[in-house]
Every structure is written in C-alpha cells, then in structure tokens.
C-alpha cells in the first residue's frame, strides 16, 4: 500500500507541530508547513517530515509548497488547515486592519490553500481536508468577536463545501478545540490585545466579563496539544461521514448548550453572565 501523504500548515508550533509528529509516528509521509522553516528544525530531523515554506498570507507561498508535495510524493490524503491566530479585545478598540489580518489568516488563507490542493485531491477522487475551529466556531462570547466571527466562518463554509466535495470522494472534517494552554495561542492573543486602543465606557463591562472568563478558565479540561492532535488524526482517518469533531471536554456544555438547548434558554442563560445583575 502506498504511504498516505498530508500537508500541514502552521507546524512552528502547538497544534500543528504535534499534530506534524503524530501523523509521523502513525506511519505518514508529513508535509509540515510554517511561516518560517527555520523554526521547525525539530520537526526536520525526522525522515518521513518534509518542512517547508508556507504563509497562508503569501499565494505564491502556498502555489510553491503544494507543487512541492506533488512532485516529492506524487498524492495528497490530507490536508489540515490549522494556521491561525485569536484576536481579543473589545470590537470598538479594534482596527480594521487588525480585523482583516484575522480573516486573511483564519479564513481566506484556509481557503486559499484548499483550492490549491483541491486540483491533486479531485483527480485521486480521494482526500480529507481538516479545518481547525473553535468553541469559538461554535458559541459568541464577548471580547473575541473577531475571533469568533472568522472560526464562525470557517464552519459555515466547510458546512457547505462538504456537500460540493462528497460527490468526488473528498471528505471536510470541523475539528473544534477548546482551551489549551501549553500552545503559543495565548501568547499571540495577548500580544494582539495589547495593542488596542482602551475606551472607557467598557471598563464596568470588561470587570464583570474578567470574571465570567476566570471561571471559564477555571473549568479547563487540561486538555494537551497531544490530545487534539490525536482528534485531528481519529477525525482524518475516520470512514464516516462525520463533520464535526469537539476535541476538548472543556467545551462540551457550552457546545451541548449551543447546539441543543433551544435559542431562547442559550441566549437567556448566557445573557444572565454577562449582565449578572438582571434579575433571574
Ligand atoms: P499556536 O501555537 O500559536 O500555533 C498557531 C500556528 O499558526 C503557528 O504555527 C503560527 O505560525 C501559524 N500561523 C499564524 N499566522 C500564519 C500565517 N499567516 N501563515 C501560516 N501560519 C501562520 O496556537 P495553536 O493553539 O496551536 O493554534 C492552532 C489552531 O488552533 C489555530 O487555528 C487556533 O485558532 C486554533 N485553536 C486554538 C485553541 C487553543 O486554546 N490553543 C483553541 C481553539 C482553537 P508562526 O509561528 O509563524 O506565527
């Protein structure tokens, strides 16, 4: 049987890179992809891992690393689209530029490399293409709008691509992760966050949310960048058709809330954290 090619993007760390390391050790051929090759020296040292140059921001970036793959390993099973970063921070402080840098990675670099592999994937009439989301894909919650609103648009879109794709044999995975805080996300977001430019009238709402968040924070799962990895792989291989995959136990409530409890009880319930002095 012929090694079962995938092509990775974001592999300078979290996710990515272990997500790079399992495929490796479960026998794939890995095409691990990063802004900067440099930082995936680790990742180089191990046969089956090809590391290369890729900036979902950068087309022709994307063009070189796809034409690469083909030629070093004539196939593509896999792609996972995993690049991507957490703008924070209240809307109104947040400026536009900052707002379309957050849908070129998330959204349009996601897609900007699906279409690139698509061409390999329908003349094999095989492939599955993975994209990462979030609870955040998932649920609103305030101070991550932006966030929120591209992970959002990442699941609508592979909703949809899903039923254009099924007929050539090409499956879309949502693998949606909760918090995990061992990645360099965190790092990134606050980088991001402390750049905006404060306005006031927020302080009363940002102390009430603090807190809402701390106990969000306090109910982590410690989920690890292994355990979503091991998701993303079970979600690649699976024969199923299955599209969603919620890779932390952290998130579970919230995403069984969103998904089952009805429009009116989730707003009301979510609502009362946020505004916790109305009444109940
Ligand atoms: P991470 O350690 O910060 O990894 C993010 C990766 O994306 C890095 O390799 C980063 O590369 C890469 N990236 C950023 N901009 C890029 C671009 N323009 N082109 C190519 N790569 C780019 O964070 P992570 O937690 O592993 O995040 C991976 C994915 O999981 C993201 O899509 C994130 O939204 C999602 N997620 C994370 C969490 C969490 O709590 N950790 C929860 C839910 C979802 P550089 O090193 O070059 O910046």
Do not use: H
Not at 126 to 140: D, K, L, M, P, Q
Not at 245 to 270: C, F
């Amino acid at each position: 049987m012929m090694t079962p090619t995938v092509l990775i993007t974001g592999c300078s760390s979290g996710f990515g890179a272990a997500t790079a390391r399992l495929f490796a050790d479960r026998g794939w051929s890995v095409v691990a992809t990063m802004r900067d090759p440099a930082s995936g020296d680790d990742l180089a040292r191990r046969d089956t891992i090809l590391v290369t140059r890729l900036d979902v921001q950068d087309a022709e970036s994307i063009a070189t690393a796809v034409a690469l793959t083909r030629d070093r390993f004539g196939r593509l099973d896999a792609l996972i689209n995993n690049a991507g970063f957490g703008l924070s921070g209240v809307f109104e402080e947040t400026p536009r530029t900052k707002i379309v840098e957050q849908f070129e990675v998330n959204l349009f670099g996601l897609m900007d490399v699906t279409r690139a592999v698509l061409p390999i994937m329908r003349q094999q009439r095989s492939g599955t293409i993975v994209n990462v989301t979030s609870g955040a894909g998932v649920f609103g919650l305030p101070l991550i709008s932006l966030y929120t609103a591209s992970k959002f648009a990442v699941e609508g879109f592979s909703e949809s691509l899903s039923y254009e794709l099924e007929t050539l044999g090409i499956r879309v995975r949502l693998v949606e992760p909760g918090g995990v805080t061992s990645t360099r996300f965190g790092e990134r977001a606050n980088t991001e966050a402390a750049q905006a430019e404060r306005i006031e009238d927020y302080a009363p709402f940002l102390a009430g949310a603090a807190q809402v968040f701390d106990a969000i924070r306090a109910n982590r799962s410690g989920a690890t960048m292994e355990d979503v990895a091991e998701v993303i792989f079970a979600a690649t291989i699976d024969p199923s058709d299955r599209l969603r995959w919620v890779a932390t136990d952290d998130i579970k409530p919230l995403v069984t809330a969103r998904r089952e409890a009805g429009e009116v009880r989730y707003m009301d319930m979510m609502r009362k954290q946020f505004r916790p002095n109305l009444s109940s």
